[in-house]
C-alpha cells in the first residue's frame, strides 16, 4: 500500500484513550500515525442523567473518528471497544483493517454480555462500578501486581461503565465484509479470555501477545512490533 494507514485505537470499558499513550509512543518511533478516542459510556460524570450512553453513542464517536481520517484506518479495539469498533465500521470505506486485541467480536444481535450467557436485565440504567467481580476487575487490566506503581496509577483512572453499553446490541458488523485480524494474550486472566478463541474464530488471522488482559499497556514495544508484524502481513506495511 503507498499511503500507511493510520492506526484508530479504541479503549476498552472503564478506560479512555490514555491507556494506549505507551503503545502510542512505540509505533510514532517506527512510523505510524495513531488517534485515540474516549467513549461515551466509560463514565467520567457520575450525575448525568438517564438514558446514560451505551454502545451507539460510543460507535458514533468512532465513526466520527473514522470519518475524520483522510486515507485508509486500521482500526485497533481492546475488549468491550469490540462492540461499538464493529458497529460503526462496518460501511466504512476508508476502514482497511479490523484488529481485535482480546475483544468481543459480535455478531448482528449479539451484546457483549450476551456472549458471555448473561441474561439481560430488565432495565438497562445504571453504571457497574470499576471494582467488578463479574469481569475480575480491574488488575487484568494491567500487569495484576497492584504492588506496581505504574499499575496502582492506571488503575486509579478506571471509571464506571453503563450497564446499557454491556446489553445493547450491534446492527452491523463490519468483521463481516472487512479483512480482520485477533489477537490474543497469553496471560489474559479475565472473564473475556473463555471466548476469546470462539471470538478470534470471526477474524481472518490469529495471533498471540505476551501479557495479560491490556498487553500494548503491560508490553507496549512488544505489542507495537506484534501490531506492525500483524500489518505487514496484510500489505498494509
Not at 467488578?132 to 506503581?149: E, K, M, Q, R, S
Not at 468483521?175 to 472473564?191: E, F, Q, R
Request: hydrophobic residues 45%.
Amino acid at each position: 500500500m503507498a499511503t500507511r494507514p493510520t492506526l484508530l485505537f479504541v479503549p476498552g470499558g472503564h478506560h479512555g484513550g490514555w491507556v494506549y499513550e505507551k503503545v502510542q509512543k512505540e509505533l510514532a518511533a517506527l512510523g505510524w500515525t495513531t488517534v485515540t478516542v474516549d467513549l461515551l459510556s466509560a463514565v467520567t460524570d457520575e450525575s448525568l442523567p438517564e438514558p446514560l450512553p451505551g454502545i451507539f453513542d460510543d460507535a458514533r464517536v468512532v465513526r466520527e473518528a473514522i470519518d475524520a481520517i483522510d486515507g485508509p484506518v486500521v482500526v485497533v479495539s481492546h475488549s468491550y471497544g469490540g462492540v461499538p469498533a464493529t458497529q460503526a465500521s462496518a460501511g466504512a470505506a476508508n476502514v482497511v483493517y479490523l484488529v481485535y486485541v482480546a475483544a468481543y467480536v459480535p455478531d448482528i444481535g449479539e451484546s457483549m454480555f450476551g456472549i458471555m450467557g448473561v441474561p439481560a436485565p430488565e432495565s438497562l440504567a445504571g453504571l457497574r462500578p470499576v471494582a467488578n467481580p463479574d469481569l475480575n476487575l480491574p488488575l487484568v487490566f494491567f500487569d495484576a501486581d497492584p504492588g506496581n506503581p505504574e499499575t496502582a496509577a492506571a488503575i486509579d483512572r478506571l471509571v464506571p461503565q453503563t450497564v446499557r453499553g454491556d446489553f445493547e446490541t450491534v446492527t452491523a458488523a463490519g468483521w463481516k465484509t472487512i479483512p480482520s485480524a485477533y489477537v490474543i494474550p497469553d496471560n489474559d486472566l479475565s472473564t473475556v479470555a473463555v471466548v476469546e478463541e470462539a471470538m478470534a474464530a470471526r477474524t481472518g488471522a490469529v495471533y498471540s501477545a505476551v501479557g495479560n488482559h491490556a498487553p500494548f499497556y503491560s508490553h507496549p514495544k512488544e505489542f507495537a512490533e506484534l501490531l506492525v508484524m500483524i500489518l505487514d502481513r496484510a500489505g498494509l506495511g
